[in-house]
């Protein structure tokens, strides 16, 4: 077998062709990560299992992807890029049809198990195959192409997932990934090659780093995924698993530094850019993903949304990066990056504080401004920064390089969701204690609101006894409704804060050379 790709079959292939080729798939895996949320009840009832079991449908595509995306830029390497990339996109597409026909909960979550493995290649792929395919001076443009599945495709999954359920059944949710699966396949047999730098490589395998790795990744994604559940570190299983992914991930770590033939080859850190980008790439995927779970949540719990409701409400933030996206890759090749990633984290930090301030009677057009600005922040931060982040990595490590963003990025939103739902709780209890002690018969006003209520419930047919418990119940309903709105509020105030103390890592990122960068690959 040759030890070369094949360059030449067709050296004038449009970028923009394998723009589409490339990222009809990704957008598809990424979809995948949040469009079954919402079916998980259906799920549950339809194969006979409880909602906390269907869950595992969840987790096990995300420790799945999650252990497979770090050894992307190995196994392109070893198999060859387009073989890889076509190999992924026949099982994702397979995988998704059989979850589709999967009879009980066992074969779901096996299934789901190989649609996560074969997803967790795309997105590096997808990104190094953009980042070498167009010349230096339009990285921008294709980051923001790519940037729009990666950004608006969690945004439009429950929506997308919700209208498929209520409309058709659960099973559309997989069913919906074949046809797209289908196009991405002809697509990428036609327009993409690999290129003429990328060696097959046949080096011994690093079989202690892969094992390493399994352990430590999926002890880690699974203890994110169930910590709430499990209430953290007053559980075993939670405490077992942290060790694991502490000794899994720390061994890893020290494996591949010493490694002559690594898995992950962690040299690339060597870069500041790459490395600061990389930690800030980390940041961008903890707030994304935590204000996508909290905004619904609070909309429906809270405000007494439906679910159709809370994905209209939410739906102008994805619009305004979808919008914006493009304009940003337009100005990344004319304006300092950098200055368009200081301005995209303070406008989503901005988006953050006004919504902490919000309170139990805010509306559709109370929302609409701040996720608009998350929505343009979001697109200043995400198309810069994948390009300065990768400015100063060679084109042979960029396979490597991008497995490594991505899977920082993902990690930062399964921290993200963990971390956002637990402060929320912790939260929403202290201020029930703080709003408790207030609400007490020393307090004037407390009397007062309890008489009114007690005489309402009489009106309505209660003897006084019935009416005086039902008027404590209900006060005591007010105030977990107010605690819960606070709680909401500090956790905006603290992703608010998190991109605001990041402002200084700006300052020691290089500047991206402008007429540096791998020529076009394909």
């Known amino acids: 077998m040759s030890s070369q790709a094949q360059p030449q079959a067709q050296p004038d292939i449009n970028p923009w062709l394998i723009a589409i080729a490339v990222m009809s798939s990704t957008f598809m895996e990424v979809l995948d990560t949040t469009v079954v949320n919402v079916s998980l009840p259906h799920i549950a009832g339809s194969l006979s299992a409880s909602v906390d079991e269907a869950t595992w449908t969840l987790t096990s595509y995300l420790v799945a992807n999650a252990i497979v995306l770090p050894l992307t830029g190995w ?29 009980s909960l066992g074969f779901l979550i096996a299934f789901r198990i190989v649609q996560g493995a074969c997803g967790g290649g795309l997105q590096p792929l997808s990104q190094a195959v953009l980042l070498e395919s167009f010349p230096a001076e339009k990285r921008g443009q294709a980051m923001a192409f790519w940037a729009l599945g990666i950004v608006v495709a969690p945004m439009l999954g429950p929506v997308l997932g919700g209208w498929l359920t209520d409309n058709y059944s659960w099973r559309w949710v997989f069913y919906i990934n ?78 591949e530094l010493k490694a002559e033939h690594p898995v992950i080859d962690l040299n690339v850190f060597r870069y500041r850019s790459y490395a600061i980008g990389t930690f800030l790439m980390t940041a961008v995927g ?92 979001l697109g200043l931060i995400f ?41 929320q709780f912790r939260r929403m209890q202290a201020h029930t204690v703080y709003l408790g002690q207030h609400v007490n018969l020393a307090s004037p006003e407390a009397q007062q609101r309890l008489a009114g209520m007690q005489s309402n419930f009489m009106a309505k047919g209660a003897d006084p006894v019935t009416a005086a418990h039902q008027a404590h119940v209900a006060i005591w309903g007010l105030v977990q409704q107010q605690a819960a709105m606070l709680s909401y509020n500090d956790v905006f105030r603290f992703m608010g804060g998190m991109f605001m103390i990041m402002m200084p890592l700006l300052l020691i990122m290089k500047k991206p050379k402008g007429g540096k960068g791998p020529p076009m690959a394909h």
């Open 75 to 103: 196994l392109a390497g070893r198999f060859g890029r387009k073989r890889l990339l076509l190999g992924a996109v026949v099982g994702f597409t397979a995988a998704s049809f059989l979850c589709g026909l999967a009879p």
């Open 178 to 255: 074949v046809p797209i699966g289908v196009l991405a396949i002809l697509l990428t047999q036609a327009f993409i090659f690999d290129p003429p730098y990328l060696r097959k490589e046949r080096t011994g395998i690093d079989y202690w780093g892969i094992g390493l790795l399994v352990v430590g990744m999926g002890s880690l994604q699974v203890m994110l995924d169930k910590g709430q559940e499990e209430d953290w570190f007053g559980s075993h299983f939670i405490i077992t698993l942290a060790v694991l992914a502490v000794i899994g991930l720390g061994g890893l770590i020290i494996r």
């Open 286 to 377: 903890f707030v994304l993903y935590g204000s996508t779970v909290l905004y619904p949540l609070m909309m429906q719990e809270l405000l007494g949304y439906t679910a159709t409701h809370a994905g209209v409400t939410n739906f102008p933030r994805g619009m305004a990066s979808f919008v914006f996206m493009p304009i940003v890759g337009f100005l990344t090749g004319k304006v300092d990056a950098r200055k368009l990633l200081a301005a995209g984290l303070l406008l989503t930090a901005a988006a953050m504080f006004e919504v902490s301030f919000f309170s139990l009677d805010v509306g559709f057009w109370n929302f609409a401004l701040p996720l608009i600005l998350q929505g343009v922040g």
């Open 383 to 423: 198309v810069p920064l994948t390009t300065v982040t990768n400015d100063p990595v060679p084109r042979e490590k960029m396979g490597n390089a991008t497995s490594i963003f991505n899977l920082m990025r993902n990690i930062g939103a399964s921290i993200g969701i963990s971390v956002v739902q637990a402060l």
